[in-house]
C-alpha cells in the first residue's frame, strides 16, 4: 500500500511526491526500501503496488523499472480496506490461491533475516485459513499506535490467538500495556490467502465488497463503483470481526515512520539526543547546551545549535519549518491553514 499522503512529513513530503516517493532514512526511497524487503520471500512479478493515478505516475517516473501492470489503481483513497479488497480480487483472479502479503510502503524493519523468517511463519499459519498480522513488542508507552492484546498461543508455530484489537490509548494505559507483556503493537502488516479474505469481506463488509465484484462481473466503472463504497480501514472491517484471525510476533525492530520523530529512532543520535538526517556527509554540526533536536536540512551545511532544545527543523527547498516536538501532532492543523489560503496552497504540492 503506497497511497498515503504523509503528511507528517512535511515540507519533504508533498501532494506530488509524498514520504514513501523520498528518501527518508536511507539511499533508497521508502517504497525501494519496502520493495527489497518483498524481494525476500517472493519474486519482483508478483510485487504489486495500490495507490491512485496520479501516484502511479509519479512512482514510474522515480522508478521506471515497475511495469503498469504491476499497480493496483484505486480511483480514491478510502482508507486501507478498500485498497485491500480491491488488490484481493484482481489477485485472486491473477493468481487463484496464492497468500497474499499486505506491506505499507512507509515501515523501517530491520534487520531483514528476521523479517523474512516471520513472514514464512506467517504465510504457513495463513495456508491454514487464518487471517494473519504480525503484532510487534512494545518498547516505550507509545500512544500512537494502535495495539493488539494476544491471547493463546496456536498449536502450531509461534502464533496467538488474538482476543482484542485496542484503540490508540492515552500515556497511562500505554504504559499499562507495555508493563501487562500481551499487549503488541500493530504492525499493519497482513497475510492471508486470497480466497480467504474475500470470503471474510463478503461476511462483514458487503458494501465494501459487493461494489466492486460487480464491477469486475460486468466490467462497469470502477470508479462510480468506489464512490458507492465507505471509508473505513481493513482493522475494523474485517479483523475485529472475524473469527480466523491470529498475531505472529514479530522478531524484528519495527517503526512506522510516521513523523519526523521517527528519526530519533532510526538514526544514531549525538551524546545529548541530536539527529541530523543527511549530517554524516557534511560532517558539521556544532552544538552547544543543545539536546532531542532533530534536523534535516541541506548537506554541505554548517548547522550550529545553541541553547535549544525539543526542536523540530526541516528545510526543503522553499520551506523552513520549525516546530516544538511536543506539537508536532499538530502538523495536520499547520496544513489546514495552508489549505485555506491560496496564496500557500503551492507549498503543499
Same mark, same amino acid.
Given at each position: 500500500?503506497?497511497?498515503?499522503?504523509?503528511?507528517?512529513?512535511?515540507?519533504?513530503?508533498?501532494?506530488?511526491?509524498?514520504?514513501?516517493?523520498?528518501?527518508?532514512?536511507?539511499?533508497?526511497?521508502?517504497?525501494?526500501?519496502?520493495?527489497?524487503?518483498?524481494?525476500?520471500?517472493?519474486?519482483?512479478?508478483?510485487?504489486?503496488?495500490?495507490?491512485?493515478?496520479?501516484?502511479?505516475?509519479?512512482?514510474?517516473?522515480?522508478?521506471?523499472?515497475?511495469?503498469?501492470?504491476?499497480?493496483?489503481?484505486?480511483?480514491?483513497?478510502?482508507?486501507?480496506?478498500?485498497?485491500?479488497?480491491?488488490?484481493?480480487?484482481?489477485?485472486?483472479?491473477?493468481?487463484?490461491?496464492?497468500?497474499?502479503?499486505?506491506?505499507?510502503?512507509?515501515?523501517?524493519?530491520?534487520?531483514? =533475516? %528476521? $523479517?523474512?523468517?516471520?513472514? !514464512?511463519?506467517? &504465510?504457513?499459519? /495463513?495456508?491454514?485459513?487464518?487471517?494473519?498480522?504480525?503484532?510487534?513488542?512494545?518498547?516505550?508507552?507509545?500512544?500512537?499506535?494502535?495495539?493488539?492484546?494476544?491471547?493463546?498461543?496456536?498449536?502450531?508455530?509461534?502464533?496467538?490467538?488474538?482476543?482484542?484489537?485496542?484503540?490508540?490509548?492515552?500515556?497511562?494505559?500505554?504504559?499499562?500495556?507495555?508493563?501487562?507483556?500481551?499487549?503488541?503493537?500493530?504492525?499493519?502488516?497482513?497475510?492471508?490467502?486470497?480466497?480467504?479474505?474475500?470470503?471474510?469481506?463478503?461476511?462483514?463488509?458487503?458494501?465494501?465488497?459487493?461494489?466492486?465484484?460487480?464491477?469486475?462481473?460486468?466490467?462497469?466503472?470502477?470508479? =462510480? %463503483? $468506489?464512490?458507492?463504497?465507505? !471509508?473505513?480501514? &481493513?482493522?475494523? /472491517?474485517?479483523?475485529?470481526?472475524?473469527?480466523?484471525?491470529?498475531?505472529?510476533?514479530?522478531?524484528?525492530?519495527?517503526?512506522?515512520?510516521?513523523?519526523?520523530?521517527?528519526?530519533?529512532?532510526?538514526?544514531?543520535?549525538?551524546?545529548?539526543?541530536?539527529?541530523?538526517?543527511?549530517?554524516?556527509?557534511?560532517?558539521?554540526?556544532?552544538?552547544?547546551?543543545?539536546?532531542?533536536?532533530?534536523?534535516?536540512?541541506?548537506?554541505?551545511?554548517?548547522?550550529?545549535?545553541?541553547?535549544?532544545?525539543?526542536?523540530?527543523?526541516?528545510?526543503?527547498?522553499?520551506?523552513?519549518?520549525?516546530?516544538?516536538?511536543?506539537?508536532?501532532?499538530?502538523?495536520?492543523?499547520?496544513? %489546514?491553514?495552508?489549505?485555506?489560503?491560496?496564496?500557500?496552497?503551492?507549498?503543499?504540492?
Amino acid at each position: 500500500m503506497a497511497g498515503g499522503k504523509g503528511e507528517r512529513f512535511w515540507p519533504r513530503s508533498r501532494l506530488s511526491l509524498p514520504k514513501q516517493l523520498q528518501k527518508v532514512y536511507s539511499n533508497r526511497t521508502l517504497l525501494q526500501e519496502t520493495i527489497d524487503r518483498a524481494l525476500l520471500f517472493t519474486s519482483r512479478d508478483r510485487i504489486f503496488i495500490g495507490c491512485n493515478a496520479e501516484l502511479k505516475k509519479a512512482t514510474r517516473k522515480i522508478h521506471p523499472g515497475i511495469k503498469k501492470a504491476q499497480f493496483i489503481v484505486e480511483p480514491e483513497g478510502r482508507n486501507t480496506a478498500p485498497i485491500i479488497a480491491l488488490a484481493a480480487l484482481e489477485l485472486e483472479r491473477r493468481f487463484g490461491g496464492a497468500v497474499q502479503v499486505v506491506l505499507s510502503a512507509d515501515h523501517y524493519i530491520a534487520p531483514p =533475516e %528476521a $523479517f523474512r523468517e516471520t513472514i !514464512e511463519n506467517a &504465510v504457513r499459519t /495463513a495456508r491454514d485459513g487464518w487471517l494473519v498480522t504480525l503484532g510487534v513488542r512494545p518498547t516505550r508507552p507509545e500512544v500512537g499506535y494502535g495495539y493488539i492484546r494476544a491471547g493463546a498461543a496456536l498449536p502450531e508455530g509461534p502464533a496467538r490467538s488474538i482476543e482484542a484489537f485496542q484503540e490508540k490509548p492515552g500515556l497511562e494505559t500505554a504504559r499499562e500495556y507495555l508493563a501487562d507483556g500481551n499487549y503488541f503493537w500493530n504492525s499493519g502488516i497482513f497475510i492471508w490467502q486470497g480466497r480467504r479474505i474475500l470470503e471474510e469481506f463478503e461476511e462483514h463488509a458487503p458494501d465494501i465488497i459487493g461494489p466492486l465484484q460487480e464491477a469486475y462481473r460486468s466490467k462497469g466503472k470502477l470508479r =462510480e %463503483a $468506489f464512490s458507492t463504497i465507505p !471509508e473505513r480501514p &481493513v482493522d475494523i /472491517a474485517i479483523m475485529e470481526k472475524s473469527k480466523r484471525i491470529a498475531m505472529i510476533p514479530a522478531t524484528f525492530s519495527w517503526d512506522d515512520v510516521g513523523s519526523w520523530l521517527s528519526l530519533e529512532r532510526i538514526l544514531e543520535a549525538d551524546p545529548n539526543g541530536n539527529v541530523r538526517l543527511e549530517g554524516k556527509k557534511a560532517g558539521a554540526m556544532v552544538t552547544l547546551d543543545a539536546a532531542n533536536n532533530v534536523i534535516v536540512t541541506k548537506k554541505n551545511k554548517l548547522v550550529a545549535l545553541l541553547g535549544v532544545s525539543d526542536t523540530i527543523l526541516v528545510e526543503e527547498g522553499d520551506v523552513v519549518f520549525l516546530a516544538a516536538r511536543d506539537r508536532l501532532d499538530d502538523i495536520k492543523k499547520l496544513l %489546514a491553514e495552508l489549505k485555506q489560503n491560496p496564496g500557500l496552497q503551492k507549498y503543499l504540492r
